[in-house]
């Protein structure tokens, strides 16, 4: 992978992670990069759970990457609240 290929992934990754923030109860803590970081897991995750469907961008797809992330950040978010509440 090339270092623009690896610019798009992240990219890509980073866009797939604020929609999913933006469609679950959560939040991502942080800016860009922890955005990016969600992405990667989620799409990791998404691709795990529901195979490469939809279209892909930047060796990324989409659907499952979103759905992936959503999970992700739905799943920290708990986490963190029970850990912020004890």
Request: aromatic residues 10%; contains cysteine; positive net charge.
């Amino acid at each position: 992978m090339s270092i623009l290929g690896f610019i798009l992934y992240l990219i890509v990754a980073a866009v797939c992670a604020a929609i999913a923030d933006r469609l679950v109860p959560g939040r991502v803590p942080g800016g860009f990069f922890t955005c990016a970081v969600f992405g990667i897991l989620g799409a990791w995750i998404g691709g795990s759970l529901m195979g490469s469907i939809g279209p892909s961008l930047g060796g990324i797809s989409i659907l499952p990457a979103i759905v992936g992330s959503g999970l992700f950040i739905f799943l920290f978010s708990m986490i963190s609240g029970r850990l912020r509440a004890s």
